[in-house]
């Protein structure tokens, strides 16, 4: 049973416009959520993280908002560059030991962005 | 420079076979995991060890295993137990504490045949 779901495998916006990737989750114990990056045949590379205590997060260009109530989280890329046509991976915090901090990354399986010149 | 090291970048191998992919990291990270990538699909958890001498089972741990004798080296053995060998692999580290992100590597892509 997928605890972090990405719904939409693709989306496409044009160059400057706004890019909003979607993620739902069902454990509400989740800690920390985070998006990644992925381009093919590459490690994914983190864009931005978000704590379960917090609804918004800005990093440049990039805003990853967090509605728990939803259960839903959502990052906003704008303006949308062709350079980020990538695979965009959201992920969720678990803790497996808070004894000594110890945890493990729930991933969504992706959203294709193409940003079209 | 400091990161993660994935070798090789590709790999082949006859059904049947038992093979090792090389993790090693210089970041100083405590945790190291394993996880694989198939076509459409999310990352999924394989092992993960968060000290050395010590790891455990993700969620599709069935057919692998791992060793943790040092900090800076994770490898991954893909027996020939595991059904669906092929796919693409990919090792990560972190500092302990959950808002700290993983760093990855490359990756690893087996194909068995």
């Known amino acids: 049973d997928q605890q972090v779901k990405q719904n939409s495998p693709s989306l496409s916006v044009q160059e400057g416009r706004i890019s909003i990737l979607n993620c739902d989750y069902t454990?509400?114990?989740?800690?920390?959520f985070l998006w990644y990056k992925k381009y093919p045949a590459e490690g994914p590379t983190f864009l931005i993280s978000?704590?379960?205590?917090?609804d918004k997060n800005e990093d440049g260009r990039f805003t990853v908002f967090l509605n728990k109530s939803a259960k839903h989280l959502s990052l906003h890329i704008v303006p949308s560059q062709p350079g980020d046509s990538a695979v965009y991976f959201c992920?969720?915090?678990?803790?497996?030991?808070?004894?000594?901090?110890?945890?493990?990354?729930?991933f969504g399986s992706g959203t294709r962005l193409l940003v079209r010149p | 420079d400091g990161g993660i090291t994935q070798s090789p970048k590709y790999l082949f191998r006859k059904e049947g076979q038992n093979v090792t992919l090389s993790c090693e990291q210089n970041?100083?990270?405590?945790?190291m995991y394993w996880y694989r990538q198939d076509p459409g699909q999310g990352l999924r958890l394989i092992y993960y060890?968060?000290?050395?001498?010590?790891?455990q089972k993700g969620d599709i741990a069935e057919g692998y295993s791992v060793s943790r004798e040092k900090k800076e080296s994770f490898p991954l053995t893909v027996t020939s137990a595991q059904k669906n060998p092929t796919a693409f692999y990919l090792c990560?580290?972190?500092?302990?504490?959950?808002?700290?992100?993983?760093?990855f590597g490359n990756g690893t892509r087996l194909t068995v045949t």
């Open positions: 992920a969720a915090s678990e803790y497996v030991s808070r004894g000594d901090s110890s945890y493990k990354l729930i």
């Open positions: 978000i704590s379960s205590i917090k």
């Open positions: 454990n509400s114990m989740f800690d920390y």
């Open positions: 990560a580290s972190t500092s302990k504490g959950s808002g700290s992100p993983l760093h």
């Open positions: 060890s968060q000290i050395v001498n010590d790891f």
């Open positions: 970041l100083n990270h405590d945790a």
